[in-house]
């Protein structure tokens, strides 16, 4: 099972990780990573983030 099948070589190109990323940044990438590109799990510290965001973004209906 050769590790780099799920690698999407064309997305890492286009999406380059900054070096000095932001949280925000790191979000927004990890984000869009996932969906494209499956080389590595999202970390939990991204993960749980992006949890946190999205149940602050439905306090509207508690
Ligand atoms: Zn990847």
Redesign the pocket.
């Known amino acids: 099972m050769p590790k780099t099948s799920?690698?999407?070589k064309e997305?890492?190109l286009a999406n380059p990780m900054p070096k000095k990323a932001t949280l925000e940044q790191r979000i927004a990438w990890h984000a869009e990573?996932v969906q494209?590109?499956?080389?590595?799990e999202m970390p939990p510290s991204i993960a749980a983030e992006i949890r946190k965001r999205k149940s602050e973004s439905g306090k509207r209906n508690p």
């Open positions: 799920r690698l999407n997305w890492h990573h494209n590109c499956a080389c590595r």
